[in-house]
C-alpha cells in the first residue's frame, strides 16, 4: 500500500545529513585546534620549540608567576624552583622546575602549560620546554627541568602580570591509574 | 460529522492481531503511539522515584539516607531519564499518534522503522538501568557527562555510552519518519503553511534532531575511545582538552533544549484556540518563530559556559546571541495571549495546564535571560539558580504541555470523555506543588547553594525543606494522573468533535479512532469548513 519508492530520496537525503553530521563533531576537533592557536583560546601556547629574535624593551616589565599543580592521579611531587621573575619584553629568561616521582615503578610524566590571562597567551614564546616531550622517570629519580621563554614587545599594555601554569600528568590511562 | 472521515475506513475494516505481537510487531501508528505514552509514563515515575531519593536527602542538612555516590548516581540518572526517557518519547508518542490523524495520512511513512525506533527505547533504558546493580553503581557525573570526571565511572561507563548511542538512533529514526511523513504524506489540499502548529512545531524539531543527536553521539564515542583506545580527545596529558567537550556537548546540548520545548508550543498552540474558541493569533508568525528559534539555538550554546575562561569577544557574542532568542519566544508568548484576548475561554483541565504553562514557562525563560548575562551567570554558574532555571522550562513548561496534550486528546484515543474533576484537582495539585518545589530554589541559588551536592550549609535549611516538600507533593500528585487514566474508559462516550471549539482532521474521525484511519485522503478545507 504504501509507495516505499516514493520516501526513498527524501529517507536518503536525511540519512546524508545524519552521517554528515556524525562528521561535523569530529571535525569539531582540529576545527577547535585551530581555533584556539589563532585565538590562545584556553590559555594555550607554542607546542614545539620556536626560535626569536630578541629586541630587549627595558623600559618595560612584566611579572611571570609560575603556578604547579600535580594531577590527582599522578604520584609525583613538582614544583617552579622560583615562585615568579620579573622579566623585560624581547628578553629570553630561563626558569627550572623540579619533578620526583613518588612510585615504586618507572613512570612518564607530561607537563601540560596553560597561561593565564588567555589574551596574552599568543605574546608568550617558549623557546626551550621540558612540556614539549614526555618526560621519563625511574622509580623514585628527581630531575630538574629547564623552560626557556621569551615575552614579545607586542604583548598588549594592560597586560603586566602572566600567570604560566603547569599540570603534572602521569601518561599512563586514566582508568589504569583509578585501579592504583 | 463528515463524510470523508467515514469513507476513508471501509475497504480496510480489520482490527489488530491480538495478544502480545500486536504491540511487538506493530507497524500501526496508533498502537506504536500508545507504546511511546506508556514508556514514557513508566520513565517519569522511574526517574521521579529518583527525584523523590534527591529531595529527602536535601529535606534537612546532613547526611541521613544515602551515600554522598549515591546521591550523585541519583542526580545523573534523574536528568538522563527524564530528557532520554520521558520528556523527548512523550513527545515521540503524540507525534505517532496524532501527526497522520492531523495532516490525513494513513500511518507514518515508514511504519517498520517506526517499530524499531521505539523498541530500542526499552533495550536502552534496560541497559542504562541495569547499571544501578553493578559494582561501583551508575554513572555520577552528571547528564552532561563532562571528562575528565566522566572517565572514572569505572563498570558502568561502557553501558551509558551504549545507551546514549540506543537512544540517539531511536531519535533519529523517528524524526527521519515524521519528516518523511509530513512532507510526502499530507492530504492533497494541505500546503505546508496551512499545517497545524503542532505539525509544523514537530517538523522543525526534526530537523534539529537530526542536526545534533549524531553530534552527541560522536561526543560520546571520543570519550568511550579516550576511556578504552587510547586516543586523547579530552585527555589533556595527551594533548587533548577536555573543554572542547563541553563545546561539542552544548552544541548538541543548547539544541536539546529546544527539542525539549519546541513540540510543547506546538501542543500549547492547539490546545488555546479550541477553549478561546477563536483562531490562533499569527499562525504564520508562530512558524517563523519557531524557525528562527531553531536556529539561534545553534550559535548559543557557549552560554553554558561562561565560567571556563572564554575571550570577552566570546562571552559577548554568546550572551546576546542568547538574550536575541527571548525576542521569537517573545512573539510566541504575545500570540498565545493575544489568541485568548477576547475569545469566549472555558477551562477544561487541557486549557488549565496550557495557562500555567505559559504563564509559568515565561518565568522560566526569564531566570534563563538572567542567566544569559555573562558577568551575573559566574555568580550563577552551577547553583541552584540554574536548577530552577531549567526545572521551570522543563516541567511546568514541557511535561504540563505533555499532560495538557494528554488530556485534550485523551477522548480521541479512547472514546470517552475522562473525569474532568480528578482532572482538574490534578492539575491544581501539580500546579501548586510544581511552584513550592522549583520557586524557592531561586533563593537558594541566588544564596549560593551549589547544585549536585547531597548536604549543605545550615544557612539553606529551610528552603530545602519547602522544595522537598513540594517535590513529595508533586510526585503523589501524578498518581492522580494515573487514576484518571486507568478510570478514562468510564466516562460518557466522546463525540467526534469531542470539544466544542476544536478544528482539524483529527476531530473528522470517529472517538476512539478507528484502527486505520483515512485510507483515502482527506480534503482537509472541506473537513475544516464543516466546524465553522
Ligand atoms: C529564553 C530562553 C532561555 C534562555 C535565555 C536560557 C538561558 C540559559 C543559560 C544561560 C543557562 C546556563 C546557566 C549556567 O549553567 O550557568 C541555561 C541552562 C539550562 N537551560 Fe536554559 N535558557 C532558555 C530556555 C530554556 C528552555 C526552553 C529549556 C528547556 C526546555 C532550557 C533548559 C536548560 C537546561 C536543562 C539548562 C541546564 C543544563 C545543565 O547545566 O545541566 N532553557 N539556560
Ligand atoms: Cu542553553
Not at chain 2, 530528557?83 to 511504519?111: E, K, Q, R, T
Not at chain 2, 477544561?348 to 522560566?364: C, D, H, K, N, Q
Not at chain 2, 531566570?367 to 541552584?384: F, I
Not at chain 2, 471549539?501 to 476512539?512: F, K, Q, R
Request: net charge negative; charged share 10%.
Amino acid at each position: 500500500m504504501l509507495k516505499v519508492s516514493k520516501h526513498r530520496s527524501l529517507v536518503g537525503q536525511l540519512l546524508l545529513m545524519t552521517v554528515a553530521m556524525f562528521g561535523f563533531g569530529f571535525l569539531l576537533v582540529p576545527l577547535y585546534d585551530v581555533f584556539c592557536e589563532v585565538t590562545g583560546f584556553g590559555g594555550r601556547t607554542n607546542a614545539v620549540a620556536a626560535a626569536v629574535d630578541e629586541a630587549p624593551d627595558l623600559t618595560r616589565e612584566i611579572r611571570i608567576e609560575f603556578l604547579t599543580t600535580v594531577n590527582s592521579y599522578a604520584q609525583f611531587e613538582f614544583v617552579a624552583d622560583v615562585d615568579s621573575m620579573t622579566v623585560h619584553p624581547g628578553r629570553m629568561y630561563a626558569a627550572t622546575f623540579t619533578a620526583k616521582n613518588l612510585a615504586a615503578g618507572h613512570k612518564i610524566a607530561q607537563a601540560v602549560p596553560s597561561i593565564a590571562p588567555g589574551s596574552a597567551a599568543e605574546y608568550f614564546t617558549k623557546i626551550e620546554c621540558f612540556c614539549f616531550t614526555s618526560q621519563e622517570f625511574m622509580a623514585n629519580e628527581e630531575r630538574t627541568m629547564p623552560l626557556q621563554f621569551i615575552v614579545s614587545p607586542e604583548l598588549p599594555d594592560y597586560v603586566d602580570t602572566i600567570t604560566l601554569q603547569y599540570t603534572f600528568f602521569d601518561t599512563a590511562p586514566v582508568a589504569a591509574n583509578v585501579e592504583n | 460529522m463528515n463524510t470523508a472521515a467515514h469513507d476513508s475506513h471501509d475497504h480496510d475494516d480489520h482490527g489488530p492481531v491480538k495478544g502480545i505481537r500486536r504491540w511487538l510487531f506493530s507497524t500501526n501508528h496508533k498502537d506504536i503511539g500508545t507504546m511511546y505514552l506508556i514508556f514514557s509514563l513508566t520513565m517519569f515515575f522511574i526517574g521521579g522515584l529518583m527525584a523523590m531519593v534527591i529531595r529527602s536527602e536535601l529535606a534537612i542538612p546532613g547526611l541521613q539516607f544515602v551515600h554522598p555516590e549515591f546521591f550523585n548516581q541519583m542526580t545523573t540518572m534523574h536528568a538522563l531519564i527524564m530528557v532520554f526517557g520521558a520528556v523527548m518519547p512523550a513527545f515521540v508518542g503524540l507525534a505517532n499518534w496524532m501527526i497522520p490523524l492531523m495532516i490525513g495520512a494513513p500511518d507514518m511513512a515508514l511504519p517498520r522503522m517506526n517499530n524499531w525506533s521505539f523498541w530500542i527505547l526499552p533495550v536502552a533504558f534496560s541497559i542504562l538501568l541495569s547499571t544501578l546493580l553493578m559494582p561501583g553503581g551508575s554513572p555520577a557525573g552528571g547528564w552532561t557527562m563532562y571528562p575528565p570526571l566522566v572517565l572514572q565511572t569505572g563498570n558502568a561507563f561502557p553501558f551509558l555510552i551504549f545507551s546514549v548511542h540506543l537512544m540517539g538512533l531511536s531519535s533519529i529514526m523517528g524524526a527521519i519518519n515524521i519528516i518523511v511523513t509530513v512532507i510526502n504524506m499530507r492530504a492533497p489540499d494541505m500546503s505546508l503553511l496551512k499545517m497545524p502548529m503542532f505539525v509544523w512545531t514537530w517538523l522543525i524539531t526534526a530537523y534539529l534532531l537530526i542536526a545534533v543527536m549524531p553530534v552527541l553521539a560522536g561526543a560520546v564515542t571520543m570519550l568511550l575511545t579516550d576511556q578504552f583506545f587510547g586516543t586523547s580527545f579530552f585527555l589533556a596529558a595527551g594533548g587533548g582538552d577536555p573543554v572542547m567537550f563541553q563545546h561539542i556537548f552544548w552544541f548538541f546540548g543548547h539544541p536539546e533544549v529546544y527539542i525539549m520545548i519546541l513540540p510543547a508550543f506546538g501542543v500549547v498552540s492547539e490546545i488555546i484556540p479550541t477553549f478561546a474558541r477563536k483562531k490562533l493569533f499569527g499562525h504564520d508568525s508562530m512558524v517563523y518563530a519557531a524557525s528562527c528559534i531553531a536556529f539561534l539555538s545553534f550559535i548559543v550554546w557557549a552560554h553554558h559556559m561562561f565560567t571556563v575562561g572564554m575571550p570577552l569577544t566570546g562571552q559577548l557574542f554568546f550572551m546576546f546571541a542568547t538574550m536575541l532568542i527571548a525576542v521569537p519566544t517573545g512573539v510566541k508568548i504575545f500570540n498565545w495571549v493575544a489568541t485568548m484576548w477576547r475569545g469566549s475561554m472555558t477551562f477544561e483541565t487541557p486549557m488549565l495546564f496550557s495557562l500555567a504553562f505559559v504563564f509559568l514557562f515565561t518565568i522560566g525563560g526569564f531566570s534563563g535571560l538572567m542567566l544569559a548575562v555573562a558577568p551575573a551567570d559566574v555568580q550563577y554558574h552551577d547553583t541552584y539558580f540554574v536548577v530552577a532555571h531549567f526545572h521551570y522550562v522543563l516541567v511546568p513548561g514541557s511535561v504540563f504541555a505533555i499532560m495538557a496534550g494528554a488530556y485534550y486528546w485523551l477522548p480521541k484515543w479512547t472514546g470517552h470523555m475522562y473525569n474532568e474533576t480528578l482532572g482538574k484537582v490534578h492539575f491544581w495539585a501539580s500546579a501548586i506543588f510544581v511552584n513550592v518545589t522549583f520557586f524557592p530554589m531561586h533563593f537558594l541559588g541566588l544564596a549560593g547553594m551549589p547544585r549536585r551536592i547531597p548536604d549543605y550549609s545550615t544557612q539553606f535549611a529551610d528552603f530545602n525543606t519547602i522544595a522537598s516538600i513540594g517535590a513529595i507533593g508533586f510526585g503523589l500528585s501524578q498518581l492522580l494522573f494515573v487514576w484518571v487514566l486507568l478510570t478514562s474508559r468510564k466516562g460518557a462516550k466522546a463525540t467526534d468533535r469531542v470539544w466544542e471549539g476544536s478544528h482539524g482532521l483529527e476531530w473528522t474521525v470517529p472517538s476512539p479512532a478507528p484502527y486505520h484511519t483515512f485510507a483515502t485522503p482527506p480534503k482537509a478545507r472541506i473537513a475544516n469548513e464543516a466546524f465553522e
